[in-house]
């Protein structure tokens, strides 16, 4: 992940994040970020927060405030690996997806669900369509 507000990047190394400052080409910090392998990351607007999306089932996403250095949230709800997600250009919302279909609009600082779509469990029937 490229951050919008300074030139850093974000990358993942199994459950740890590494920080890399890319003009003074070094590593400015490592987060160990979870306990599951990391999946997906994605900056906010202003560059603050990371948001860090877990692999393997019942997958969390978990922000990060990089201006104080520690976790804000654990969000719950995903199925399967969140392989995608994406904050709001006010960076009130986030939006994950999940390998198994789900998707989740939080309003994230106050660890709530707006929003969610229930994948299918049922493969169509090809016959039928």
Same mark, same amino acid.
């Given at each position: 992940a490229?951050?919008?507000?300074?030139?850093?990047?974000?990358?993942?190394?199994?459950?740890?994040v590494?920080?890399?400052?890319?003009?003074?080409?070094?590593?400015?910090?490592v987060? !160990?970020?979870c306990? &599951?392998?990391?999946? &997906?990351?994605?900056? &906010?607007k202003?560059?603050?927060?990371?948001?860090?999306?877990? &692999?393997?089932?019942?997958?969390?996403?978990?922000?990060?405030? $990089?201006?104080?250095?520690?976790? !804000?949230?654990?969000?719950?709800?995903?199925?399967?690996?969140?392989?995608? $997600?994406?904050?709001s250009?006010?960076?009130?919302?986030? $939006?994950?997806?999940?390998?198994?279909?789900?998707?989740?609009?939080?309003?994230?600082e106050s660890e709530?669900?707006?929003?969610?779509?229930?994948?299918e469990?049922?493969?169509?029937?090809?016959?039928?369509?």
């Open positions: 490229i951050n919008p507000s300074v030139p850093q990047i974000a990358y993942p190394a199994g459950c740890v590494v920080l890399y400052h890319v003009r003074l080409n070094k590593q400015e910090k987060i !160990i970020a306990k &599951s392998p990391i999946a &997906s990351l994605t900056y &906010s202003s560059g603050r927060y990371l948001a860090v999306g877990e &692999s393997g089932e019942n997958a969390k996403v978990i922000v990060w405030d $990089l201006f104080g250095g520690h976790r !804000i949230c654990k969000l719950a709800g995903h199925r399967s690996t969140v392989n995608s $997600l994406k904050f250009p006010d960076g009130k919302y986030l $939006l994950s997806t999940e390998k198994a279909g789900r998707i989740i609009l939080w309003e994230w709530k669900m707006v929003f969610s779509t229930v994948p469990t049922a493969p169509l029937d090809s016959a039928r369509a």
